[in-house]
């Protein structure tokens, strides 16, 4: 029994051994070599060590900015960063989280084989945000851990092979073929990007004739665009504080160095989690694109959004500060109305609006790539808000999912399960 109590409660609920255990089936599976093997598991087992290191840094950073915010405001200031919010939901249902994103992966493999979607997500870190999100909305709706692994697993799989589709008319425009499809869950986003593109411009009239600074590209490096929005948003809240509220959380920093240190901390964090996510999910998706390849022929591959960069590089910049001044207006906004305001930080809006950019740009040229990039960056300012109430619930506060499919797919979770669970 003691044995039995070790491997069920120290191994089997350890969230790092679990999905190692994933990988090393996935790779005996295909037959790798020993080393291969070995080396697969431990990479994904450190990787999820990794994260959990940058989890709780970035939890650090979050609790003070959202302390000087509100006191400086008397609003939330939400940081939408589905990076930052499956940290906070790792570390409260680390072990049902990734249940919920191995039986994903295997229920997305069946919807290609046996339905018109044919489509694998290959995005392995945004099933994982997908699985977090999932994990959220039915622990808010009160549900145990078994059913929520269930309902979580095969929903993640349905919408992995559905959202692609609904992305893939525009995401044929763009790249001219039907090969690759869009694994970012910012589908519904892209496609309205596509449709408004179509209605306000013409692609005749692309971005890339356009002439753009060469300083702003990098914001396509994460690490500097997230230090730079970070270390600014990090200095209007503390002055806002004012000296004293600020001091009482710099344990001896000065109050104007104190912002400098905890906007370049959150990113260095946000790099920790990164990292670790790359590391361990790097192996787990190898091992099912081996099993998708050999039993589901004709599936097409939806791949990150920056696959789409080459396609038009002057619309991601362009898109990019569209959808940032599609943000920063709704903070604006939200400012006079909303108790919640969210704050535009640059990595999901670069990746988000160039994505969008790019789009808009392949059916309306840059008026298309401006106006629709504008739109989803209100949309992804608006779904946070929309949706962290509801993370609140379950003592996930400071952050929040941009991602517009994430956010139709948690209010449709929990407003219907309201009602079902009310009928009861």
Not at 62 to 70: D, G, R, V
Not at 233 to 250: D, H, K, R
Request: net charge neutral; with cysteine.
């Amino acid at each position: 029994m003691e044995l039995l109590k070790v491997i069920v409660f120290d191994l089997l609920s350890s969230a790092p051994i679990l999905v190692g255990i994933i990988a090393l089936t996935g790779l005996i599976l295909q037959k790798e070599s020993v080393d291969k093997v070995i080396s697969g598991t431990l990479k994904t087992i450190v990787g999820f060590l990794v994260f959990g290191v940058g989890s709780a840094a970035a939890v650090v950073a979050l609790n003070s900015f959202q302390t000087l915010f509100a006191q400086g405001f008397g609003l939330k200031g939400v940081l939408p960063l589905a990076e930052a919010v499956t940290a906070l939901a790792q570390q409260q249902f680390g072990t049902t989280v990734s249940l919920v994103m191995m039986i994903g992966f295997l229920a997305n493999l069946a919807v290609a084989k046996f339905t018109p979607l044919k489509y694998i997500f290959l995005t392995g870190q945004h099933n994982l945000y997908l699985a977090a999100l999932l994990t959220i909305m039915f622990k808010a709706l009160g549900m145990g851990n078994t059913m929520t692994v269930i309902l979580g697993g095969l929903l993640l799989g349905f919408c992995a092979a559905l959202f692609p589709a609904i992305a893939q008319p525009y995401m044929r425009k763009v790249t001219g073929d039907d090969d690759i499809a869009m694994g970012h869950y910012v589908t519904v986003g892209y496609a309205i990007s596509g449709w408004i593109g179509s209605k306000v411009g013409n692609p005749e009239d692309s971005t890339e004739n356009l002439k753009l600074p060469k300083w702003l590209t990098m914001f396509k490096d994460y690490v500097v665009g997230v230090s730079i929005t970070m270390v600014i948003f990090f200095y209007i809240a503390a002055i806002a504080a004012g000296q004293e509220a600020t001091e009482q959380l710099s344990n001896g920093v000065n109050w104007l160095v104190f912002p400098l240190f905890q906007g370049l901390q959150f990113a260095a964090a946000l790099y920790v989690i990164i990292t670790g996510v790359r590391l361990f999910l790097g192996e787990i998706v190898q091992a099912f694109v081996g099993i998708s390849e050999t039993f589901i022929p004709n599936a097409k591959p939806a791949l990150d959004c920056p696959v789409v960069f080459t396609f038009a590089p002057t619309a991601t910049v362009i898109g990019f500060l569209a959808a940032y001044a599609g943000g920063l207006a709704t903070m604006v906004i939200m400012g006079f109305f909303s108790p919640i305001v969210i704050i535009p930080v640059a990595v999901p809006y670069f990746f988000i609006g160039a994505t969008a950019g790019v789009f808009g740009n392949a059916t309306g040229g840059w008026k298309g790539c401006v106006a629709g990039s504008f739109v989803v960056g209100v949309l992804i300012a608006v779904g946070p808000a929309l949706i962290y109430p509801i993370m609140e619930n379950v003592g996930l506060t400071g952050t929040s999912f941009p991602e517009t499919d994430f956010n139709i797919v948690g209010l449709l979770i929990y407003y219907i399960g309201k009602l079902f669970t009310g009928g009861l």
